[in-house]
Protein backbone atom coordinates (compact mmCIF):
# COMPACT_ATOMS: atom_id res chain seq x y z
CA UNK A 1 0.00 0.00 0.00
CA UNK A 2 1.57 3.56 -1.16
CA UNK A 3 1.26 6.83 1.66
CA UNK A 4 -1.94 8.22 -1.35
CA UNK A 5 -4.15 4.91 -1.07
CA UNK A 6 -3.67 5.13 2.94
CA UNK A 7 -4.01 9.07 3.23
CA UNK A 8 -7.04 8.48 0.56
CA UNK A 9 -8.67 5.65 3.04
CA UNK A 10 -8.33 7.59 5.72
CA UNK A 11 -9.81 10.45 4.34
CA UNK A 12 -12.81 8.01 2.82
CA UNK A 13 -13.61 6.59 6.60
CA UNK A 14 -13.34 10.84 7.38
CA UNK A 15 -15.93 11.32 4.82
CA UNK A 16 -18.31 8.71 6.19
CA UNK A 17 -17.71 9.86 9.72
CA UNK A 18 -18.61 13.21 9.37
CA UNK A 19 -21.99 12.24 7.30
CA UNK A 20 -23.19 10.02 10.03
CA UNK A 21 -22.51 11.97 13.01
CA UNK A 22 -24.44 14.99 10.80
CA UNK A 23 -27.34 13.34 10.87
CA UNK A 24 -27.22 12.34 14.37
CA UNK A 25 -28.60 13.74 17.70
CA UNK A 26 -25.39 15.76 19.19
CA UNK A 27 -25.48 13.48 21.98
CA UNK A 28 -23.69 11.04 20.31
CA UNK A 29 -20.97 13.00 19.99
CA UNK A 30 -20.91 12.19 23.81
CA UNK A 31 -20.90 8.99 23.86
CA UNK A 32 -18.25 7.43 26.52
CA UNK A 33 -15.12 5.95 25.14
CA UNK A 34 -12.79 5.39 28.04
CA UNK A 35 -13.87 5.08 31.71
CA UNK A 36 -10.64 7.58 32.33
CA UNK A 37 -8.34 9.65 30.63
CA UNK A 38 -8.17 12.60 28.47
CA UNK A 39 -10.50 11.40 25.93
CA UNK A 40 -13.21 10.08 27.41
CA UNK A 41 -15.88 10.42 25.06
CA UNK A 42 -16.29 10.63 21.24
CA UNK A 43 -16.16 14.09 20.66
CA UNK A 44 -12.61 15.04 22.80
CA UNK A 45 -11.37 11.62 20.99
CA UNK A 46 -11.54 13.34 17.31
CA UNK A 47 -10.42 16.81 18.88
CA UNK A 48 -7.12 14.80 19.88
CA UNK A 49 -6.53 13.12 16.63
CA UNK A 50 -7.10 15.92 14.58
CA UNK A 51 -5.01 18.36 17.37
CA UNK A 52 -2.26 15.48 16.88
CA UNK A 53 -2.09 15.47 13.47
CA UNK A 54 -1.78 19.38 13.23
CA UNK A 55 0.80 19.20 15.94
CA UNK A 56 3.16 16.47 14.28
CA UNK A 57 2.82 18.35 10.93
CA UNK A 58 3.86 21.80 12.90
CA UNK A 59 7.11 20.09 13.84
CA UNK A 60 7.48 18.35 10.00
CA UNK A 61 7.41 21.60 9.26
CA UNK A 62 9.64 23.01 11.97
CA UNK A 63 7.31 25.68 12.88
CA UNK A 64 6.45 26.75 16.30
CA UNK A 65 4.79 27.18 18.73
CA UNK A 66 2.82 23.82 18.58
CA UNK A 67 -0.75 24.41 18.30
CA UNK A 68 -2.42 23.88 22.12
CA UNK A 69 -6.39 23.62 20.79
CA UNK A 70 -8.10 23.81 17.67
CA UNK A 71 -10.81 26.84 18.48
CA UNK A 72 -14.32 24.70 17.30
CA UNK A 73 -16.75 24.91 19.77
CA UNK A 74 -17.98 21.14 20.92
CA UNK A 75 -20.42 19.39 18.54
CA UNK A 76 -19.27 21.65 15.60
CA UNK A 77 -18.77 18.48 13.49
CA UNK A 78 -18.74 20.81 10.25
CA UNK A 79 -15.97 22.47 11.34
CA UNK A 80 -14.34 19.92 13.07
CA UNK A 81 -14.01 18.06 9.86
CA UNK A 82 -13.25 20.79 8.02
CA UNK A 83 -10.19 21.56 10.60
CA UNK A 84 -9.30 18.23 10.01
CA UNK A 85 -9.24 18.71 5.85
CA UNK A 86 -7.08 21.52 6.33
CA UNK A 87 -4.46 20.44 8.45
CA UNK A 88 -4.40 16.78 6.35
CA UNK A 89 -3.82 19.01 2.95
CA UNK A 90 -0.79 20.91 5.44
CA UNK A 91 0.59 17.46 6.09
CA UNK A 92 0.60 15.71 2.29
CA UNK A 93 1.67 19.11 0.88
CA UNK A 94 5.03 18.82 3.28
CA UNK A 95 5.11 14.73 2.52
CA UNK A 96 4.85 14.97 -1.25
CA UNK A 97 7.55 18.02 -1.20
CA UNK A 98 9.71 16.39 0.94
CA UNK A 99 13.07 14.65 0.03
CA UNK A 100 15.63 12.02 1.69
CA UNK A 101 16.94 14.47 3.98
CA UNK A 102 13.55 16.24 5.27
CA UNK A 103 12.44 12.80 6.05
CA UNK A 104 15.73 11.38 7.87
CA UNK A 105 16.19 14.57 9.92
CA UNK A 106 15.74 13.62 13.86
CA UNK A 107 13.18 15.16 15.94
CA UNK A 108 12.72 15.48 19.50
CA UNK A 109 9.04 15.14 21.49
CA UNK A 110 9.01 16.25 24.91
CA UNK A 111 5.51 15.36 26.64
CA UNK A 112 4.49 13.91 30.25
CA UNK A 113 7.84 14.47 31.18
CA UNK A 114 9.69 12.15 29.02
CA UNK A 115 11.27 12.45 25.70
CA UNK A 116 11.18 10.57 22.35
CA UNK A 117 13.19 10.74 19.22
CA UNK A 118 11.70 9.85 15.76
CA UNK A 119 13.14 10.74 12.13
CA UNK A 120 10.53 12.27 10.42
CA UNK A 121 10.07 9.67 7.94
CA UNK A 122 9.18 7.69 11.40
CA UNK A 123 6.87 10.44 13.10
CA UNK A 124 5.09 10.46 9.46
CA UNK A 125 4.21 6.52 9.70
CA UNK A 126 2.91 7.09 13.16
CA UNK A 127 0.40 9.99 12.32
CA UNK A 128 -1.23 7.58 9.11
CA UNK A 129 -2.31 4.70 11.32
CA UNK A 130 -2.68 7.00 14.41
CA UNK A 131 -6.51 7.45 14.03
CA UNK A 132 -7.21 4.27 13.58
CA UNK A 133 -5.17 2.42 16.28
CA UNK A 134 -6.80 3.45 19.02
CA UNK A 135 -8.04 1.24 22.17
CA UNK A 136 -8.94 1.82 25.49
CA UNK A 137 -8.02 -0.35 28.70
CA UNK A 138 -11.34 -0.97 30.36
CA UNK A 139 -10.58 -3.19 33.16
CA UNK A 140 -7.80 -4.86 35.24
CA UNK A 141 -9.30 -8.02 36.59
CA UNK A 142 -7.56 -10.35 39.68
CA UNK A 143 -5.71 -13.52 39.01
CA UNK A 144 -7.73 -16.63 37.38
CA UNK A 145 -10.55 -14.45 36.86
CA UNK A 146 -11.89 -15.68 33.23
CA UNK A 147 -14.98 -13.35 32.53
CA UNK A 148 -15.53 -10.01 32.70
CA UNK A 149 -18.83 -7.91 32.55
CA UNK A 150 -18.87 -5.08 30.77
CA UNK A 151 -21.75 -2.33 31.08
CA UNK A 152 -23.23 0.84 30.58
CA UNK A 153 -22.27 0.07 26.80
CA UNK A 154 -24.38 1.59 23.74
CA UNK A 155 -26.92 -0.52 22.55
CA UNK A 156 -26.90 -2.04 18.47
CA UNK A 157 -23.36 -1.59 18.26
CA UNK A 158 -20.27 -3.92 17.96
CA UNK A 159 -17.45 -3.53 20.41
CA UNK A 160 -13.77 -5.11 20.08
CA UNK A 161 -12.14 -6.87 23.02
CA UNK A 162 -8.51 -7.91 23.19
CA UNK A 163 -6.65 -9.21 26.51
CA UNK A 164 -3.20 -10.34 27.76
CA UNK A 165 -1.72 -11.74 31.05
CA UNK A 166 0.35 -9.70 33.48
CA UNK A 167 2.44 -10.72 36.55
CA UNK A 168 5.89 -9.03 37.78
CA UNK A 169 7.71 -10.38 34.73
CA UNK A 170 5.62 -7.90 32.71
CA UNK A 171 3.12 -8.01 29.83
CA UNK A 172 2.10 -10.96 27.74
CA UNK A 173 1.27 -10.49 24.03
CA UNK A 174 -2.50 -9.70 23.62
CA UNK A 175 -4.75 -12.54 22.90
CA UNK A 176 -6.71 -12.74 19.17
CA UNK A 177 -9.04 -9.94 18.66
CA UNK A 178 -12.88 -10.64 19.65
CA UNK A 179 -15.97 -9.14 19.11
CA UNK A 180 -19.71 -8.93 20.48
CA UNK A 181 -22.92 -6.91 19.68
CA UNK A 182 -24.99 -5.18 22.34
CA UNK A 183 -29.23 -5.86 21.74
CA UNK A 184 -31.12 -2.77 21.30
CA UNK A 185 -32.71 -3.24 24.34
CA UNK A 186 -29.61 -4.29 25.98
CA UNK A 187 -26.40 -2.62 27.29
CA UNK A 188 -23.85 -4.93 28.81
CA UNK A 189 -21.87 -7.77 27.68
CA UNK A 190 -19.86 -10.74 29.32
CA UNK A 191 -16.80 -11.18 28.24
CA UNK A 192 -14.86 -14.67 28.78
CA UNK A 193 -11.68 -15.25 28.05
CA UNK A 194 -8.56 -17.89 29.38
CA UNK A 195 -6.19 -15.22 29.26
CA UNK A 196 -6.67 -12.30 32.14
CA UNK A 197 -6.62 -9.65 33.40
CA UNK A 198 -6.16 -6.33 31.25
CA UNK A 199 -8.66 -6.06 28.68
CA UNK A 200 -8.99 -3.52 26.01
CA UNK A 201 -12.09 -2.69 24.28
CA UNK A 202 -12.81 -0.77 20.86
CA UNK A 203 -16.29 -0.38 19.05
CA UNK A 204 -18.26 0.73 16.01
CA UNK A 205 -22.36 1.16 15.15
CA UNK A 206 -23.50 -2.25 13.19
CA UNK A 207 -24.61 -0.89 10.58
CA UNK A 208 -22.02 2.14 9.85
CA UNK A 209 -18.42 2.63 9.30
CA UNK A 210 -16.02 1.78 12.24
CA UNK A 211 -15.29 4.64 14.92
CA UNK A 212 -12.24 2.93 17.68
CA UNK A 213 -12.20 4.26 21.22
CA UNK A 214 -8.97 5.84 22.99
CA UNK A 215 -6.05 4.84 24.88
CA UNK A 216 -5.68 7.48 28.10
CA UNK A 217 -2.85 9.99 26.80
CA UNK A 218 -2.54 14.07 25.78
CA UNK A 219 -1.94 15.74 22.88
CA UNK A 220 1.68 15.12 21.98
Do not use: C
Request: charged letters at 25%; a positive charge; aromatic letters at 10%.
Amino acid sequence: MTIDELLAYTAGERDKWQQWFEAQPSAALDAAVQREGDFNDVWRLMHHIFLVEKRHTQRLKQESPLMEQIGVARHNVVELFSFGRTVRSEFMEFIHAANEADLNRTLEIHYRGQQAIFTARKLAFHMLFHEIRHWAQIATVGANVTSYNDTGLTQATTYFYRVRANNTGGDSSYAVEVSATTLVTASKLLIQTKRAPMLRRRMRPTTRSQVRSSRPATPM
